[in-house]
């Protein structure tokens, strides 16, 4: 198998692959312009499975590019991108794979906004000047001294002319499609102010692998790591109004923006799309977690200056059970009153949930337990209510275990009403794909054994639909607050140990499939259309033609 793709990879990028022919810069030494063995890797992996997405998913055919060139050139609206790139001692072969990424755009109306940070290395101030002299798009600015990045970064943004501005990493590339992709979706949206889009890295051998695939705007997710960042295109005249980048920050100076952005109420959205490839190399976080070691005690204190601008006391450290870069916040205990409301036996759940709605005058936070459900502490039901505590959170799960086995640490939803439980049957210490298994995040729906629901959600939707007679209650009230405007968190510090399973009754599900119909078929908002729906590891959906 692994032969059949590389074969077809060769052939296809042989005969379609618009790198091979679209933009060159007369002025370059030819040793800078890829030849087909380095256009190959631009679009291989070592990863078999990944390489048979990307060559079914991610290929920009010469037909595409003229294609997506053709229809930009069409619009009326043609908004208009600045990229900032700070650039300082870069090698020369990375950072012309940069520029040239740009430069092989289909969507043709943006501008590189190159900030040289004092850079010494003689070739690459050639190589500057060079990219400069046969494209007016791209824009050079020399800055006397080394001054870091964030001050290099704002120097960008003032020279940006563009509706929407982005920013590029020196050593990294787009994808051929990523600013079209980009436009159309701002043209569909034009009140959107931030964008993001999945990304992969670089390896040091040039190849794509490590994809991240993303999932939609989930505001607690952010506070447990920046999961957002590459690509990121913000609206120019709302990061004007932000102030830029922050000094004090540097090294998570986009952390501390976007943390600033999502604080201030921006429309962000979510594109779907593999259109980054972030590079790793000696010296790059992206290879190295401690290379930069200082910028993530700067993250913890631009997460420390959220929890300040959203009114919310907590203590902020290092994820101790993840790599770094990935958080934790432990927010201070509540004082509100909560009821705990069990399901005493499986048998029993039509009477325990009528017993439960009938509570719903009680203005006190509910505590959901399943039968045979314990809390493993008393910490865990104090992990729960915290974060009710978060304006817009109305519902909290926490980490669903059977020994040392997981039973659930998040569910998906999927279109016939039977929920994937995310890692069921891992081992708990199982981090899970984007550490999904132990970060805090949001999901579209409690686990129905060990939820935490808001006392005032709970009376504003009158509590559980008598209609269900088992778990699906608790899912039909999780769509139910979430159409309502709320959010849904799992925390895996909330832990719960299970000895009975859960009573998921067919008749329930089937209304649940009907009545949800429309909602499940747009797919669950907090998992990408990408992921598998069939097993829960989250492996790559191929959906091979």
């Known amino acids: 198998m692994a032969g059949f793709f590389h074969s077809q990879v060769c052939h296809y990028l042989k005969r379609y692959n618009p790198l091979n022919w679209l933009y060159r810069t007369p002025a370059l030494p030819a040793a800078f312009i890829p030849d087909e063995k380095e256009l190959k890797r631009w679009v291989s992996s070592d990863w078999i499975e990944y390489q048979a997405w990307l060559f079914h998913h991610a290929f920009v055919s010469l037909h595409d590019w003229q294609a997506l060139r053709a229809q930009a050139q069409a619009w009326q609206d043609k ?15 990375l950072l012309y794979e940069c520029i040239y990424s740009v430069q092989t755009q289909a969507y043709p109306h943006w501008e ?10 003689k070739a690459m101030l050639a ?6 002299q046969d494209d007016p798009r791209v824009r050079l600015l020399h800055l006397q001294q080394n001054q870091g990045i964030c001050a290099a970064t704002n120097a960008g943004l003032a020279m940006a002319q563009g509706d929407y501005v982005g920013f590029l990493d020196h050593d990294d590339r787009i994808a051929p ?12 949206q034009p009140d959107v102010q931030v964008l993001y889009s ?16 993303k999932p939609g705007w989930s505001p607690e997710t952010l506070l447990s790591g920046n999961y957002l960042f590459h690509l990121l295109i913000y609206r120019r005249d709302f990061l004007q109004q932000l102030g830029g980048v922050r000094q004090a920050f540097e090294g998570s100076q986009d952390y501390d923006l976007i943390l600033r952005a999502a604080d201030a109420g921006a429309k962000i959205q979510h594109v779907p799309h593999m259109l980054y490839q972030w590079r790793q190399h000696a010296n790059s976080v992206a290879l190295e977690h401690n290379a930069k070691a ?10 420390e200056d959220s929890l300040y601008r959203r009114g919310l006391s907590g203590e902020v450290t290092e994820n101790p059970h993840l790599w770094r870069g990935n958080y934790r916040v432990k927010l201070t205990d509540s004082a509100k009153p909560a009821q705990v409301l069990r399901w005493t036996e499986a048998a029993h759940c039509q009477a325990t949930l009528q017993q439960a709605s009938a509570a719903h005058e009680l203005a006190e936070d509910k505590i959901i337990l399943g039968a045979g459900v314990e809390a493993d502490t008393e910490e865990s039901l104090l992990e729960l209510r915290r974060w009710l505590q978060v ?17 659930h640490a998040g569910l998906v939803q999927r279109p016939s009403g039977e929920p ?8 708990d210490s199982t981090p899970g794909y984007m550490a999904v298994t132990a970060s805090v995040r949001n999901v579209s729906s409690v686990h129905p054994a060990c939820c935490a629901i808001s006392g005032a959600v709970w009376a504003q939707l009158g509590g559980l639909n008598p209609a269900y007679q088992g778990a699906h209650a608790l899912l039909d009230f999780s769509l139910r607050a979430l159409q309502a405007g709320y959010r849904i968190v799992y925390t895996p510090f909330a832990r719960f140990q299970s000895s009975e399973p859960l009573c998921w009754l067919a008749q329930d599900q089937a209304r649940f499939a009907d009545e949800w119909r429309e909602w499940l078929a747009q797919g669950d908002p907090y998992y990408n259309p990408w992921l598998s729906l069939s097993t829960n590891d989250m492996g790559l959906e191929l959906q091979i033609p």
């Not at 190589?127 to 400069?132: I, Y």
Request: hydrophobic share 45%.
């Open 79 to 93: 908004p208009l991108f600045s990229l900032i790139t700070p650039v300082f001692n870069t090698p020369l072969k």
């Open 112 to 121: 590189l906004c190159l900030v040289d940070d004092g850079s010494t290395r």
């Open 127 to 132: 190589l500057l000047e060079a990219m400069t």
């Open 177 to 188: 499609n990523a600013l079209f992709i980009m436009a159309k979706t701002i043209r569909e």
């Open 198 to 213: 999945d990304r992969d890295m670089l390896s040091p051998h040039n190849k794509r692998f490590m994809h991240l695939f």
């Open 294 to 303: 200082y910028a993530y005690a700067a993250g913890m204190q631009a997460l």
């Open 391 to 407: 304006p817009g959170v109305g519902l909290v799960t926490g980490k669903l275990l059977h020994g040392d086995t997981l039973v």
């Open 420 to 427: 994937l439980a995310l890692y069921a049957g891992h081992p």
